[in-house]
């Protein structure tokens, strides 16, 4: 079973997190938080790239 928790983390300044088992999850919610807090639109492969393992 992999434990391995994925997380992607917005500005500071904002203080949005959000971690989760399922990277599809994570990266999915990041988007719809940046597209509605930000009005930013960031392709899952960005997404992807500021995902950290914890
Ligand atoms: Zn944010």
Redesign the pocket.
């Known amino acids: 079973m992999d434990k391995t928790m994925n997380k992607i983390e917005?500005?500071p300044s904002?203080g949005?997190m959000v971690q989760s088992h399922d990277e599809k999850e994570v990266t999915g919610m990041a988007m719809s938080?940046?597209k509605n807090?930000?009005k930013m639109d960031v392709s899952e492969h960005d997404m992807r790239k500021r995902m950290m393992s914890v």
Do not use: L, W
Request: aromatic share 12%; with cysteine; charged share 10%.
């Open positions: 917005c500005d904002c949005f938080h940046a807090m930000h």
